[in-house]
């Protein structure tokens, strides 16, 4: 199972991480949520829990709960910026359809 990043990706969570150095890296993982079922979570956690997986992306450390693993595995993360607004953005294989907004997305 893994996750992938971007260079774009890694520069951002890199300038989070230097923003909070006592942090153990960024949590990835999903929240049921909006009109398609799942919606992405990208934020820093403080520890990483027993049921956690790390992956050490290109010196990053993003961890991802063991049960929303099956629903992300495969993803790339990236990091895009569109006028004033900058964003992660996910390329996942296992999602199989997304909301009109692209908030969500629907897995199965």
């Given at each position: 199972?893994?996750?992938?990043?971007?260079?774009?990706?890694?520069?951002?969570?890199?300038?989070?991480?230097?923003?909070?150095?006592?942090?153990a890296g960024v949590r990835f993982g999903v929240k049921k949520t909006g009109c398609s079922g799942f919606a992405y979570v990208v934020d820093l956690?403080?520890?990483?829990?027993?049921?956690?997986q790390t992956f050490q992306i290109d010196g990053v450390p993003v961890i991802v709960d063991a049960k929303t693993l099956p629903?992300?595995?495969?993803?790339?993360?990236?990091?895009?910026?569109?006028?004033?607004?900058?964003?992660?953005?996910?390329?996942n294989p296992n999602a199989t359809g997304e909301c009109g907004c692209g908030e969500s997305f629907t897995v199965g």
């Open positions: 199972m893994s996750i992938s990043i971007t260079p774009a990706a890694n520069q951002r969570m890199r300038q989070f991480l230097e923003q909070t150095p006592a942090a956690a403080e520890i990483a829990g027993t049921d956690d629903l992300v595995d495969g993803t790339v993360i990236d990091f895009q910026r569109q006028g004033l607004n900058a964003s992660f953005v996910f390329h």
